[in-house]
């Protein structure tokens, strides 16, 4: 996994509430066997005109002109502004995959569904929980300002603003270490393999009819 | 000891190790694995050259992208096929205490098959890489969906990093009304939370409403508790849960059988304790219940109306109303009974156990689906759903209706086989999620009970269950 220490990236909005991870990623993408190259098909049912197919060469499809990532202004943005309970729905963790082939790194809103937000931090996505209120005021700058950017500093949990604001925000300390540091949650665990060994054995002898 | 929430009985059983912020490692029981969210972890295990910490606990089976009909035929789509084939040779290689693989007799909705197999027993921990796996929480397991990467973390671990829900009690008490079932009381749930309500709690369904339910019943309310936000949903050990595990092949049998009874029976919450929030719903003032929108909270009783977005204070909701209604192709203030559809799916992991079929046939009995409407699909969850179904005679009474009757897997509800809305068409679905693009893209769902989908059917447009003679 790509750590994840600093970055200051431009600002795209996704002015919606329950964005859903049928959204972000449509099932027909979900029959790939790979990790990667869900980017081009992100929000594909926004974003393009006609309906998409695994496979297929996204350049010469119809773009829907309307939808926000296809706005020129926004073009190579890093940070994503959303709305309450985003990533809700399904597990797929080809949502966070497609986020971040995309190009996106940081994802701020007020508040996100639980299993997409644990997804997001084993993949160097940084999903960061704002008062509404922030959210709203960062909602309206970045649609004042073309090329709004937004400076977000995992070390020492903090975002600024062009204006020098600098908003605070809260990561579990487990979950900061092992992105700062790009680290393997597997490999982590396995450093407690006597421990889970000891726990299974007991458990063995517990409750036998868990080990048919 | 301090009275203790079934939550907290089930957590404190599991945690192998915690950390200074309270992140834990939780010990898990049951691995289910399905073909779409686990050939990228068979692969990282592979290429990190691990082996998975006890194949015993994983059982596993094709549901999503396999077809409803023609099996003879194989699986059309190259892609889809590929995906099916890729579990199969997994599975082969890495081994499980159970595969049923597309066309076995067993195969169906790893949903379904979980607990008709007794592969889901109370106080365990159950992931599967699917949200919906909060249904096995009927069982008072501790079940909850994962992404890829923690199937991954579950195979070479046997343990899942996690930290402590907070808890709610949503309480059902009162007796529901004739025609009112499981999918109403869960989606007048929903509604009434919201679809965020639950997010980061477990959520203990309770209350005598609960408890009158059925095991099957009970799936279907914890199911949805993903859609209320909630990760895990709960319902607590009594006889019919017993009742219902008694002799299934993976259920324990002879002494061990009463040892694991005599432990289930204290899977309850305490009198008194704690719950970080309560809920609690009258069962009789329960109506059928019918989606008008593009979430599960914007439902709305069979007798009332589609919403007007201009009585919204809220802009953002306002908004997210207008947009659904816009999508949904529907005017504010229509009543929801003049809503005309043009296909019905009953199935999915939500509504397509034996009762959701019974419930359904009940309704089709000696009536014929409306001319209206292009095609009304009936999906067992599960081979073994069904050859009972087919026992009973129920299949003929759908067919008969001029339903058609297919075999078990996911099918229309989320579309990744070859059943599906085409853009605009409007249906009346058993399903969990009315998503836009959820069925198809451009596709139109409304989430209604087995009985209710076999209603619509009949009348081609949304109409009361409790009025049908």
Redesign the interface.
Request: with cysteine.
């Given at each position: 996994m790509n750590p994840f220490r600093k970055l200051d990236g431009l600002v795209a909005p996704m002015d919606?509430?329950?964005v859903?991870t049928?959204?972000i990623i449509?099932?027909?993408f979900?029959?790939?066997?790979?990790?990667s190259g869900f980017g081009p098909n992100l929000f594909d049912?926004w974003r393009y005109l006609d309906?998409g197919q695994?496979?297929q060469d996204c350049s010469t499809r119809p773009k829907n002109p309307d939808f926000v990532l296809n706005q020129q202004r926004y073009q190579g943005a890093q940070v994503l502004l959303a709305?309450?309970?985003f990533g809700?729905?399904?597990?797929?963790?080809h949502a966070?995959w497609a986020l971040e082939d995309f190009g996106f790194r940081v994802i701020l809103a007020p508040?996100?569904?639980?299993?997409f937000y644990?997804?997001c931090f084993?993949?160097g996505l940084l999903p960061i929980k704002l008062p509404a209120s922030e959210m709203d005021a960062l909602f309206a700058q970045a649609a004042e300002t073309v090329g709004y950017r937004l400076t977000v500093d995992l070390e020492t949990k903090t975002i600024t603003r062009p204006d020098g604001k600098v908003i605070p925000f809260d990561v579990?300390?487990?979950?900061r270490e092992c992105l700062l540091n790009g680290w393997d949650?597997?490999g982590l665990?396995?450093r407690?393999?006597d421990?889970?060994r000891e726990?299974?054995a007991r458990?063995r002898i517990d409750?036998?009819?868990?080990?048919? | 000891m301090q009275a203790q929430t079934l939550y907290e009985k089930l957590w404190s059983s599991h945690v192998?190790?915690v950390?200074?912020?309270?992140?834990a490692?939780i010990?898990i029981?049951r691995h289910l694995v399905h073909e779409?969210?686990s050939?990228?972890a068979f692969?990282g295990l592979k290429l990190?050259g691990?082996k998975p910490?006890?194949v015993?606990s994983i059982v596993a089976t094709a549901d999503?992208?396999t077809p409803t009909d023609h099996w003879e035929m194989g699986i059309q789509?190259p892609?889809?096929r590929?995906?099916v084939e890729?579990l199969d040779s997994n599975i082969r290689e890495v081994g499980a205490?159970a595969y049923f693989p597309f066309k076995d007799e067993r195969q169906g909705i790893v949903h379904v098959i979980g607990p008709e197999n007794g592969a889901t027993?109370p106080?365990?921990t159950v992931v599967c890489?699917?949200?919906h796996t909060s249904t096995h929480g009927a069982f008072a397991c501790l079940a909850?969906?994962?992404?890829?990467?923690?199937v991954?973390?579950v195979m070479?671990?046997?343990?899942l990093?996690q930290?402590k829900s907070k808890t709610m009690l949503v309480r059902v008490d009162g007796v529901l009304g004739a025609g009112v079932t499981a999918k109403d009381v869960v989606l007048a749930i929903i509604g009434r939370i919201g679809?965020?309500g639950g997010?980061?709690y477990a959520i203990e369904f309770g209350g005598s409403a609960i408890r009158s339910l059925t095991m099957e019943g009970r799936m279907t309310v914890c199911n949805m508790a993903?859609e209320a936000?909630?990760?895990a949903g709960l319902v607590a050990v009594d006889e019919q849960t017993i009742a219902y595990l008694k002799d299934r092949p993976?259920?324990?049998r002879g002494e061990?059988?009463d040892?694991?009874v005599e432990?289930w029976r204290t899977l309850h919450s305490d009198d008194g304790a704690h719950f970080d929030a309560v809920v609690a719903l009258d069962a009789a003032q329960i109506k059928p219940q019918v989606t008008w929108g593009t979430?599960p909270e914007m439902v709305a009783p069979i007798d009332g109306i589609v919403p007007d977005p201009a009585l919204e204070k809220d802009p953002?909701?306002r908004?997210?109303m207008e947009?659904a209604l816009q999508y949904m192709g529907l005017t504010p203030r229509t009543p929801i009974k003049n809503v005309a559809i043009d296909k019905v799916f009953i199935g999915s992991c939500t509504n397509s156990r034996i009762e959701d079929l019974r419930a359904a046939a009940h309704v089709a009995r000696g009536r014929r689906k409306a001319d209206s409407v292009k095609q009304v699909l009936v999906v067992p969850g599960s081979g073994l759903v069904k050859r009972q179904a087919e026992a009973e005679g129920l299949d003929k009474i759908f067919i008969a209706a001029g339903f058609e009757w297919r075999e078990p897997g996911c099918s229309m509800c989320?579309?990744?086989n070859a059943d599906r809305l085409e853009?605009g068409e409007r249906c009346a679905s058993t399903s969990n999620?009315n998503?836009?693009?959820?069925q198809g893209?451009?596709g139109r769902t409304h989430l209604v009970s087995p009985a209710m989908a076999a209603a619509a059917a009949i009348a081609g447009h949304f109409a009361d269950v409790r009025e049908l003679a």
């Open positions: 919606r509430a329950n859903d049928d959204a449509p099932k027909q979900l029959k790939s066997i790979k990790r049912e309906v695994p496979g709305r309450d309970n809700c729905g399904s597990s797929r963790e966070p508040s996100f569904a639980d299993i644990n997804n084993k993949n579990d300390a487990f979950r949650d597997i665990t396995l407690h393999a421990k889970i726990f299974e458990r409750q036998p009819w868990l080990f048919a | 192998v190790h950390e200074d912020d309270g992140t490692l010990y029981d779409v969210t050939p990228q692969e990190a691990r910490w006890r015993n999503h992208n789509d892609v889809s590929q995906q890729t205490l027993l106080g365990m890489g699917d949200s909850h969906g994962i992404g890829t990467s923690e991954e973390h070479a671990t046997q343990c990093l930290k679809t965020a997010t980061g993903i936000g909630a990760r993976f259920s324990p061990v059988w040892r694991a432990y979430s953002v909701k908004e997210g947009r989320l579309a990744m853009p999620r998503f836009e693009g959820r893209a451009g």
